[in-house]
């Protein structure tokens, strides 16, 4: 459920028309401390907690049948909300019903263990949830991202208190009356809409929180760690990226040109895994470039509901503005605009640059745009320098036929994701998340029910 007091809103636009789509509840500190002590209340009396393990995965079941039977209304939504096409929005809603199911089918499989300890007696642990759990999810994938953390945080008992972006929290707010349809008690899952400067920050400090898991920018998740040191509460960050896509001569070449498009250009480039800096082997450097121009060229950028769109707008009119100045500050860097970067509305055609220079601003800092820059190298080792030459780490491909260049590359580089001959970044069965300032802790695996539980070792002596 959300909690307002219905005195102010939101006006949501539709970012593929620029008109208003509808109005969200503005929630406040106020609202914010509700749902906390609400959350709270449900941990402490148990309801959920409590609840047999195979119970609990029931009810996460049938939240996973709800988001499928509702799916082509999440989708639409999704893709009304956000602007991405509609195809991608289906996806990911059926990614969010499997990661319910996933972390449905994990509440019985996780437990703790008996130790051989030297004292005379029984040594043992057990894994307890966390307690109050804030979740703050970005704009770019929100039901997705919503379900990686909910999900984990759910399964292991806990509570949940969850901030979806500003501008996409359509959602998230139809999650959480589908949740209590499925049978998760009240205060269990609690949604709470309005900016982060607010909505956000009161969660972070409110002192019943215990956990917070945050995506979003690097410079917003400094922001998150110090707010939570002062209660030492836990904490996960999934911050920015600027992932690099290593292309070797004798890769696999139509594929290669295929995939830097899609790597770089999905959900309009608004993905903290876009591979936008495209590293090319010199010899191959002149046709990649020209293959990979002609690719952005035929990407069908237009209305995200119909079905033959490839790439819809960028989700806010302030946000283009921001990807069109990055695009005006690579031509005025000396890099060579090759396609693309033109605007109209919240829409931009896919930019692409070639000989760019490591130290230019559209190599270094994340753009978060339908733009990518090509750059060459010589040899092995300089592709591992070039992509080791970020403050970022969080995901990246590799192309090439060998596999034991594949491998020592992907040994080298400083990332917390990589694909050979591959663009993927995310699978639900295996953790993930970045290294340096594309942040700390993982989602999904197994890996991820960690930072939803706390080990208790409990010692019985026998004598």
Same mark, same amino acid.
């Given at each position: ?8 809103? $939101? ?10 789509l ?6 406040? !500190?106020? #609202? ?9 209340r ?5 309801p ?17 049948q ?27 809603? #059926? ?13 019985? @499989?996780?437990?703790?263990? +008996? ?18 759990? %804030?979740i ?9 991202i $919503?379900?990686?953390?909910? !999900? ?15 501008? +996409?929290?359509? $959602? ?34 409110h ?7 945050? $995506? ?5 998740? +400094?922001?998150?760690?110090? =707010? ?9 960050l999934?911050? %920015?990226? @600027? ?54 060229e ?20 302030? *946000? ?10 690579? @031509? ?10 033109d ?11 070639? #000989? ?29 320098? =070039?992509?080791?030459?970020? #403050? ?10 060998d596999?034991?260049? !594949? ?10 994701? =990589? ?7 995310? *699978?639900l069965?295996?953790?993930? %998340? ?6 700390? %802790? ?6 991820? =029910? ?14």
């Amino acid at each position: 459920m959300h909690y307002a007091r219905g005195v102010s809103v $939101t006006e949501l636009i539709e970012p593929a028309t620029g008109q208003r789509l509808t109005s969200v509840p503005q929630h406040d !500190a106020e #609202d914010v401390d509700r749902a906390v002590r609400a959350a709270a209340r449900a941990f402490a009396s148990g309801p959920w907690r409590a609840m047999n393990t195979r119970d609990r995965g029931r009810v996460l079941f049938r939240l996973a049948q709800l988001i499928r039977d509702h799916a082509d209304e999440l989708a639409r939504a999704e893709t009304r909300n956000v602007g991405k096409p509609i195809r991608d929005s289906r996806d990911e809603v #059926d990614l969010a019903a499997n990661v319910f199911e996933y972390y449905a089918g994990a509440t019985n @499989k996780i437990g703790g263990q +008996t130790i051989p300890g030297a004292a005379p007696g029984v040594l043992m642990t057990l894994r307890e949830p966390v307690g109050v759990c %804030g979740i703050i999810v970005p704009w770019n994938f929100p039901i997705a991202i $919503t379900s990686w953390k909910s !999900a984990p945080a759910l399964a292991m008992g806990n509570t949940v208190v969850l901030k979806p972006a500003e501008q +996409t929290p359509l $959602t998230a707010l139809r999650l959480a009356e589908l949740a209590l349809e499925a049978g998760i008690p009240e205060g269990v899952f609690s949604v709470v809409t309005g900016a982060g400067s607010e909505v956000g920050e009161a969660i972070i400090r409110h002192a019943m929180v215990r956990k917070v898991s945050f $995506t979003g920018s690097t410079e917003v998740g +400094t922001r998150v760690m110090q =707010l939570a040191a002062n209660d030492i509460k836990r904490v996960s960050l999934e911050l %920015g990226g @600027k992932s690099a896509n290593i292309v070797f001569a004798d890769c696999d070449f139509e594929r290669a040109v295929a995939s830097a498009a899609s790597s770089s250009l999905g959900n309009a480039g608004q993905d903290c895994c876009a591979r936008s800096r495209v590293l090319v082997e010199r010899a191959i450097y002149d046709r990649f470039s020209s293959a990979l121009t002609d690719a952005f060229e035929k990407v069908e950028v237009g209305d995200p509901l119909d079905e033959d769109t490839e790439m819809g707008p960028l989700v806010t009119a302030a *946000h283009c503005a921001r990807v069109m100045s990055y695009i005006e500050l690579g @031509k005025s860097e000396g890099a060579t605009l090759a396609t693309g970067g033109d605007g109209d509305g919240c829409f931009v055609l896919p930019a692409l640059f070639v #000989d760019a220079k490591p130290d230019m601003r559209i190599v270094r800092e994340e753009i978060f745009g339908p733009v990518a820059a090509v750059m060459p190298f010589d040899e092995e080792a300089d592709a591992v320098r =070039l992509a080791n030459d970020s #403050d970022y780490g969080l995901s990246g491909s590799i192309w090439t036929r060998d596999i034991g260049r !594949a491998l020592r590359v992907a040994r080298a580089v400083q990332t917390g994701n =990589l694909s050979i001959n591959s663009g993927s970044s995310v *699978h639900l069965e295996a953790p993930f %998340g970045g290294v340096k300032r594309s942040g700390l %802790g993982r989602e999904l695996g197994m890996a991820a =029910l960690d930072h939803y539980t706390e080990w208790k070792t409990i010692y019985i002596d026998v004598r």
